[in-house]
Nanobody, 118 residues
């Protein structure tokens, strides 16, 4: 079964840290570019970070540069998003997405809630 399962979302105070995980199964993980998106209430889904299929290149939204780090493990078929210095505006549902490097086929996870509040 092709799926992405996110985990690690939680309620955290401003300035705190969280680590999200996204476990992939049912497809050849190393042939997919992986991304994290987020969607806050009443807002459009936005790209947060992306990592190449080899893990050699990463890109970040300006709003998270210097605070978030995305990585992948092609042995464990998992991507991670380390989030530091969290702000209330980081509150959102975070989604994992896989995009095939040739066909462009997209696979989405179900999302995990991150809430930053005191």
């Amino acid at each position: 079964q092709v799926q992405l399962v996110e985990s690690g979302g939680d309620l955290v105070q401003p300035g705190g840290s969280l680590r999200l995980s996204c476990a992939a199964s049912g497809f050849t993980f190393s042939t997919y570019v992986m991304s994290w998106y987020r969607q806050a209430p009443g807002k459009e889904r936005e790209l947060v970070a992306r990592v190449s299929h080899t893990g050699s290149m990463t890109n970040y939204a300006d709003s998270v540069k210097g605070r978030f780090t995305m990585s992948r493990d092609n042995v464990k078929n998992t991507v991670y998003l380390q989030m530091n210095s969290l702000k209330p505006e980081d509150t959102a549902v975070y989604y994992c997405k896989a995009e095939h490097i040739r066909s462009g086929l997209n696979i989405w996870g179900q999302g995990t809630q991150v809430t930053v509040s005191s």
